[in-house]
């Protein structure tokens, strides 16, 4: 899917909410990883993660992001609804 290279990887929500919580609040809050989640360089295969083993593709999930940005960028320009969701999460941060 352009512009979602995440949606393949996290297939349900458990394993969304488990890599946020173990990898996201864990990097953000405790300058960690937590719940068995571990960081490795890359996976030849392309592959962002790995749920089985716990672990995330450094390289890979940058890549990932960095796709994400570039379709968000072009999509924020014609997409009224993204529009809409962009300027009301920019006026929160500013209050």
Known sequence: MP????AKEFLTQVLARDFYVGVRCGLVHEA??????????????GK?????????YRDNFQSAL?????WYES???SDVPLQEA???KFDSLCV
């Open 3 to 6: 512009g979602q290279p995440f």
């Open 32 to 45: 960690r990883t937590k719940d068995g989640w571990t960081i490795w360089g890359s996976d030849p295969s």
């Open 48 to 56: 962002i993660i790995c749920s089985n083993n716990k672990v995330v």
């Open 66 to 70: 960095l796709e994400f940005i570039d």
């Open 75 to 77: 999509a924020l320009i």
């Open 86 to 88: 962009f300027v009301r």
